[in-house]
């Protein structure tokens, strides 16, 4: 067999050994492109080796050569991932082996340049994301906290070499103690804005449960002489929401607006109204604060934004606020006059009104997977197992996500992509492809014309969760 390898061409070599033991020491030290293993019971037994490459992770492709070959063999090999099978009984041995070699050597170099490809393809996708963050995230926050550690260097410097008087000293450790303090807030921040894990979705009341927290806040808010006044429906307002996440959006409105009082004005009043329309709830936050600056308010929900004079706040507390009300399938507005105070208006859909996925997969279990995940995210589903169904919907459909297989059976999910990118636009940053070739040539080009987020499956739940909440938070709730 050693013969007709190396009589395929220059450059074949074999390397031929007598035991298992010897073959798997081997396969420790040096590389082969294909294993040849003659199964000849009792002297060498193919199962054996094979189950043992296989159980260490190797995935050299091998080649079973055998007189002895029977269904059950066959059937248990492949099940092991055997390359190729074949008979001893037949002739021009030679001849079927160097052809059994050469193809299971092209397919295992196809399959290597697959992975080299997806890693690069992965690679790529990486350091897009690593410089959106860079430029997004990470950039403001070095400026945020440079700032302040700078004043600090300085002003230390300045009283170590340049004695003063006792008031002066105390007034510089003071600046130096608030910008302390406000680093360590930007830290907690930080790490509040990072934490901010998946959440189950349960049926809430948000009337009782706005009247709760009002009743609540209103003593605090007393002691900083602002008075706290609640205009709700004596109706129940059914939702579907992630508790602490709703109360993390109230919270950051109120305090924000309890110091833009104080910081203001010494005082004054905080309204809080929610009112019951057709298919959502609008909650108003308002005060008669002194108002946002007309040049903050449109960068007012984006990261390290801040209404704050001072820049007492990190400015995260409002890019939470909208993160999580898109994700509930709502939106949230901002509206202000300078020396007359200001207004954020929430609308959160009813019960009833959930936002809806729409999903391309074709494979039923799947389908019920993913169905169970977006549910337990607070979404509804439009699941359909052929691109064409979804295509006749397009015009008129309404999703605040969408999924789509790039294989799903008859028209994929490529084809419905190039359709949204001509005629709904719209969906381009609501959608993500899911795909089990990741190293397919549309797919690639795909993500070099128009970057989508993509998960290659297998995928976790946890990365499910992760990319649809993205998408949730970086789109206007409102479906489209």
Known sequence: MCAA??????????????????????????????????HSPPQIDAMPILREIRGRGW???????????????????????LSEYVPKDRENLAARLSQAVVR???????????????????????????????DGFVAPIIHDIRNPIFYILGMADQLLTQPEDQETLRHGLTKIIQKAEWINELVERLLLFARQDA???????????????????AGAMHLHNVRLISDLPPDPTWIRAAPRAIE??????????VEALVQGRAGGVITVRLRLETSRAEVIVEDNGPGIPPEILPQLFRPFATSAKKKKGTGL????????????????????????GSRFTLW????????????????????????????????????????????SKLDQGHWNLVILDMRASQVGGLAVFEEILRSRPDLVDRTMIVSGCIEDRGLQDLMEKTPVPCLSKPYSIRDLHDVVRFLLRSTDGEQH
């Not at 492709?61 to 248990?76: D, M, R, Y």
Request: aromatic share 4%.
């Open 248 to 257: 993390q959006v109230f919270q950051n409105l109120l305090a924000n607006a």
């Open 104 to 134: 299971s050597t092209a397919s295992y170099s196809k399959k290597l340049q697959a992975i080299s490809a997806m890693s690069r393809m992965r690679v790529q996708m990486a350091r897009r994301t690593h410089q959106n963050l860079l």
């Open 317 to 340: 507390g409002l890019s939470i606020v909208a993160g999580i009300v898109r994700e509930h399938g709502g939106r949230v507005q901002a509206e202000s006059e300078l020396g007359h």
């Open 199 to 217: 959440e189950e979705r349960v049926r809430m009341d948000l009337t009782a449960w706005l009247s709760t927290l009002l009743t609540r806040e």
């Open 59 to 81: 995935a050299v492709p091998v080649i079973l050569v055998t007189a002895l070959g029977n269904e059950q063999l066959i059937s248990e090999a492949l099940g092991l991932k």
């Open 348 to 391: 959160i859909p009813l019960e009833h009104e959930r936002p809806v996925a729409l999903v391309l997969e074709d494979d039923e279990s799947m389908q019920k997977l993913i169905q169970s995940q977006l549910e337990s995210l607070g979404l509804r589903t439009e699941i359909y197992g052929d691109g064409a169904q979804v295509l």
């Open 5 to 38: 390898i190396e009589a395929i061409g220059e450059g074949w070599k074999a390397v031929h050994v007598d035991s298992e033991e010897e073959c798997l020491s081997t396969l420790e030290t040096r590389t082969f492109s294909t294993l040849v293993i003659d």
